[in-house]
Every structure is written in C-alpha cells, then in structure tokens.
Antibody, heavy 122, light 110 residues
Framework: QVQLVQSGAEVKKPGSSVKVSCKAS????????FIWVRQAPGQGLEWMGG????????IYAQKFQGRVTITADKSTDTAYMELSSLRSEDTAVYYC???????????????WGQGTLVTVSS | QSVLTQPPSASGTPGQRVTMSCSGS????????VNWYQQLPGTAPKLLMY???QRPSGVPDRFSGSKSGTSASLAISGLQPEDEADFYC???????????FGGGTKLTVL
C-alpha cells in the first residue's frame, strides 16, 4: 500500500524559508509524478508545482515561480518543497500527492500525504 | 479566485440525493477528464472520482460523476451523515500547464 508521510509542523519568521519533505513507500517512486498543493485556513486547494523524479522534470505554478523549489531524492524516495521569502499569507497546510499514472503529471492524484502546517508569524 | 467554479455549499437530509456542479472552460474541463476529491474535516483530501465517472476501489456506488462540455457534476444518492465534507473538482488546464482545482463545495447533512 502506498503511503506518503510528510515532515512535521513548522513555525517560521517572515522572510525566512521552509522545506517540507514527503517520503513515499509502497510504490515506484521515481516513475510517478508528485505535486504540492496548499490550503490556507478555511480556503480551497491551490497547486504549487510538481515533479517527475525519474526525468527530474519540474513545473511550477506561475504564482510561485521564483519562490518555490521542488526536488526529489530518488535514493530515499522523498520529495521536497522549499518555499522562500515567507509571508503571513503563506500560513497554510501543505500537501504532497502522488500522480496515479506513471511518467506524467497530467493525471489524477490517488495518494496524499497527511499535510504539514506551516505557520508564518513574527 | 479558483479556475474551476463550484457552489460554496450544498445540503440535504439523510437518504436524499444531492448534486454539485463544477464549471470550467475549454482549456480545462472542455479538454481533460475531471476528478473529484473528498476532504473530511481535519483530514487530507481523498480521491473520490476519477476520469469523470470512475470510482476508486472502496468508494460506494452512491457516488457518481459526469461531465458534459465544460461542466461536470458529482451526485450523491442515499445521503449519509458521514458524507458531510468538502468536495473539490479538479482537472488539468492546458493553458496554465498544470492541475487546477475548484473552490470546493461544503456539503452539510441536515
């Protein structure tokens, strides 16, 4: 059974960076795409970017271009999302999710991490 | 402002049938399959429907999906109290080159 386990909650100061991890188990990590989605308090889901580890292909939502970096470590089956220049509006729960079809991101997402709360506060 | 438009709320009593809509455009729903995610309070989203009308294993057949043109809908028959959740439609957007989500519909079981 596929599981995505994310790193724990973070509290960050404005202007700093945060790096969230997403460790996959039970599947073929490299061949599946992974996306990062965030959910601000009381709000909907917002796509940030995605990666296909085997190709090292990364795409970002325009809103986050230049501020987000998504990487993957094939040796540990772990995807990462780093968001820089944090501001209060970045306070949200951040989720990773796995694409169902291999080698593409243009698919549905069948497994989700448990979420990581990132709080940005001075 | 979400790319896909969903009504913010829906409600029904136990046993009733409810439907919720998802409206998009030619660059997203009009040319790609629609998927639905259910988010129970305090939990991560869960895949509920994929490729417009396909149910993952374990999802009851009380849930059904459809798509026509640039709109999609999710129907729940025989509503149960445990169905109370937020429902998000999603698809790929060819212009944005990424997945897009609706703003979500909060379902209340009265």
């Amino acid at each position: 059974q596929v599981q995505l386990v994310q790193s724990g909650a973070e509290v960050k100061k404005p202007g700093s960076s945060v790096k969230v991890s997403c460790k996959a188990s039970g599947g073929t990590f490299s061949h599946n795409g992974f996306i990062w989605v965030r959910q601000a308090p009381g709000q909907g889901l917002e796509w940030m970017g995605g990666i296909i580890p085997i190709f090292e292909t990364v795409i970002y939502a325009q809103k986050f271009q230049g501020r987000v970096t998504i990487t993957a470590d094939k040796s540990t089956d772990t995807a990462y999302m780093e968001l820089s220049s944090l501001r209060s509006e970045d306070t949200a729960v951040y989720y990773c999710a796995r694409g169902s079809s291999q080698l593409i991101l243009r698919t549905f997402f069948d497994y989700w991490g448990q979420g990581t709360l990132v709080t940005v506060s001075s | 402002q979400s790319v896909l438009t969903q009504p913010p709320s829906a409600s029904g009593t136990p046993g009733q049938r409810v439907t919720m809509s998802c409206s998009g455009s030619s660059s997203n729903i009009g040319s790609n399959a629609v998927n639905w995610y259910q988010q129970l309070p305090g939990t991560a989203p869960k895949l509920l429907m994929y490729r417009n009308d396909q149910r993952p294993s374990g999802v009851p057949d009380r849930f059904s999906g459809s798509k026509s043109g640039t709109s999609a809908s999710l129907a729940i028959s025989g509503l149960q109290p445990e169905d109370e959740a937020d429902f998000y439609c999603a698809t790929w957007d060819d212009s944005l080159n990424g997945p897009v989500f609706g703003g979500g519909t909060k379902l209340t079981v009265l």
